[in-house]
């Protein structure tokens, strides 16, 4: 049987966890689908036209159309269920500006969501500072979360005196004396929300930011005492929208159907005491499915948008009927489902660990040590009956090697051949194992160890940071030779020192995958990977482990004829950018170096010429991009 794209496409999930947005063509290259229609980018064949951009690997491609085609399948979703179960009222999607603060992608968001009132939310000054300076529609709302001091809220009311509806969400109870001052101070009338802690949980990996152990969010008690602070100072008609978050990646439905339960009465029994408020917002946790496996494992989720949406209207529509209060303006923070799908890292694999070509023999002379000899004996004697029991000999004779070496009795040549011995054993073990009906775990665990390692042009610090600090998962697929049959079992390492920057564990639909089949390199043939869905949080977390830097970036938008076009190429951090942010002057570095090239020239040890090309080098390497080039 033929091996083909279609093989392919299922092995890696392609279909599974693109969600229509990545395929595979007929040259058996990935492609992307920005609209989600029949038009598609071949991202193998962009490559040459973005070297043209002067663009570099690791490489972050963005495609903006992806965050539009995102921003209306969510409010596709709201309207259609507000017009399914006849819901008395609308729906606002906020973006909360923290999964991406990058300007193109909230100016994309902005502009996608223009006509649909779409507003921005944020957690902190800075980011407020972001939100003030888009153009929303009229009935566009601002939700200021996280905590607050005295000019994240003079900065909130001057957003009103802008003309912009921005709401301050009390997290904390302090924060409505805070609010009453400031506001009474500016003679500016507050939009003020708050942010109640439920006592439903969220799930998966974020279970921690809801429940009565939250760190954000008022308990009832705290509401009740901050409606007395407001209403004392004479704001109770200002407070108009209830909060809350029940954290992000919410794998359950149930788990987003009890919070919005919970909410929901929360703001009827509000709305029946007489505080006139207008807006429900259920916060973000909209999740996206990492592996494809719709189910409710962490890397996944197991409903749709349509979905979330539809339990949302409904759960609220209810509840208010029961209650007989008039239903709120639908509020969401959805962060992650917008952005995910819209970055792709396309990293380059330089190489592979060394190893041994197996199966073949290792020439041992006659006078090696009689271990090595005997090492030798148990490899050509294995054989399918037998592995298991030789398999442990040999791990026997591997201590006595290595007691013998630290006794001063092994010369380096005998310890070399008795490692390449051992090698060649395991690895004819794990062969054999294989064949067997079952396969006992320690050779389950022998096979994760000897796993080939690609060896891949990026840092898993800078572009996936959740895969180091959470083991969140990331789809990784190569971009081309799809039509090939993969057939070494690898992992792929980072080029950081730090034994942490290596993906070791792929997004499977069925199982845990330690290992991704990728294809044999080609010498002198470059070998591309794309780690896929890093939009969400990924690019904007990134940190400089080793001084790798910001990639380089090209963003990629799919014509109306379907031909791709490059809109934007934005160079990544330069060495000295990278060092500058960590107190290195550029200036100073060179002057240093130059310094030390005079001394040397003047003790008559280095000649003017040597000195002024090693100077011209090092400032050079300075402009040069952090990460290595393979060409
Ligand atoms: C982080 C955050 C969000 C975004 O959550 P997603 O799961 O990415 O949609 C929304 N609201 C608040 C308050 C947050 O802290």
Known sequence: MTYTSRDASRYY??????????????????????????RRIDIFGLLGRLKRHKVRF?????????????????????????REFHYDGTYRGVFPIKVN???DVVSAIVHAGRGRNLGLEAGSKAELAIALTHDLDEGAIVVCNGYKDEEYVRLALRGCQLGYKVFLIIEKPPEAELIAKVSKQMGVEPYIGIRTRLQSRGSGMWEKSTGSAAKFGLTTQELLDALETLTRHGLESRFQLLHFHAGSQITEIRRIKSAVREGARIYAKLRSEGYPLEYLDVGGGLGVDYDGSNTSYEASMNYTVREYANDVVYIVDEICGAENVPVPTLVSESGRALTAYHAVLISEVGGRNAEEPSGEDIMVPADAHDTVKELHEIWLGMHQKNHREFFHDAEAKREELLKNFDLGFL??????????LIGHVRRRTVAFAKEQRFVPDEFIELEKNLVTKYIANFSVFQSIPDHWALDQLFPVVPIHRLGEKPTVAATLCDVTCDSYGEIDEFVDPLEKRTSLNMHELQKGKPYYIAVALIGAYQDVLGDYHNLFGRVDEAHVVVGKNGAARIVKAVPGDEAHEVLELFGHKQDEMVAAVRARADALVAARKLTRAKAKQAVAYFAESLDGYTYLNFR
């Open 101 to 103: 603060q990058n300007a």
């Open 13 to 38: 999930g392609i279909d599974a966890w693109g969600q229509g947005y990545f395929g595979v063509n007929g040259r058996g290259n990935l492609t992307v689908h920005p609209q989600r229609d029949e």
């Open 411 to 420: 010369s380096l040549r005998d310890r070399a051949l008795g490692e390449r």
């Open 58 to 82: 690791p490489l972050l491609l963005r495609f903006p159309q992806i965050l539009a085609s995102r921003v209306h399948e969510l409010f596709d979703a709201f309207d259609s269920a507000v």
